[in-house]
């Protein structure tokens, strides 16, 4: 059975830090792309974030480039989201995605975690 | 690339529910569609325009050409009442997600 199970979410200060991590099961780890996908409360999915296997290709979206860093562990199975200088408007849900391939040049999500909520107030 | 869908679509018990999906010649990417019920992460429905995953029911269907895509249920139930997302994938490698349609199930 394919899971991700998210961790680190929590309250943190405007431009606070704070690290999210990914643990995932039940499929080939190393040969698969993973991405964070969040969600504001009561508002819609938000692409944040991609890693490719073997850290090769790495992408995020235009609102967190520069402040948000996406890393991986193959040993332990798990990817990262390290996220600086945080504002008010990161505020959401965060969840980690496994990638899938059409073969075709397009990918979608096919197995979503629970998700972590990160939630940033003074 | 924006995608656009309605904010909400009503549908009778037991009738088809139609959601679209409109982009710039979205027709030339594939679309793929989730299904999210409160407090719950989004399911994936619909993936390369009409193709189901395993465990999906018949009753979902997709289609896509021209400027819109669309989701199709049919013989609606009410645990079918849920938000509802078209995605794609962008050119720039990013993904894409509609703003999402509301599905009541009267």
């Known amino acids: 059975e394919v899971q991700l199970v998210e961790s680190g979410g929590g309250l943190v200060k405007p431009g606070g830090s704070l690290r999210l991590s990914c643990a995932t099961s039940?499929?080939?780890?190393?040969?698969?792309?993973i991405n964070w996908v969040r969600q504001a409360l009561g508002k819609g999915l938000e692409w944040v974030s991609s890693?490719?296997?073997?850290?090769?290709?790495?992408y995020y979206a235009d609102s967190v480039k520069g402040r948000f860093t996406i890393s991986r562990d193959d040993a332990k199975r798990s990817v990262y989201l390290q996220m600086n200088s945080l504002r008010a408007e990161d505020t959401a849900v965060y969840y980690c995605?496994?990638?899938?391939?059409?073969?075709?040049?397009?990918?979608?999500?096919?197995?979503w975690g629970q998700g972590s909520l990160v939630t940033v107030s003074s | 690339y924006g995608l656009a869908q309605p904010l909400s679509v009503s549908v009778a018990l037991g009738q088809t529910a139609r959601i679209s999906c409109g982009g710039n010649?979205?027709?030339?990417?594939?679309v793929h569609w989730y299904q999210q019920k409160p407090g719950q992460a989004p399911v994936l429905v619909i993936f390369s325009d009409s193709n189901r995953p395993s465990g999906i029911p018949e009753r979902f269907s997709g289609s896509n050409s021209g400027n819109t895509a669309a989701l199709t249920i049919s013989r609606a139930q009410a645990g079918d009442e849920a938000d509802y997302y078209c995605?794609?994938?962008?050119?720039?490698?990013?993904?894409?997600f509609g703003t999402g349609t509301k599905v009541t199930v009267l």
């Open positions: 010649n979205i027709g030339s990417k594939s």
């Open positions: 995605v496994r990638l899938a391939d059409t073969g075709a040049g397009s990918y979608y999500f096919d197995f």
């Open positions: 995605q794609v994938w962008d050119s720039s490698a990013a993904g894409v």
């Open positions: 039940g499929f080939t780890f190393s040969i698969s792309s």
């Open positions: 890693i490719s296997p073997g850290s090769t290709y790495i």
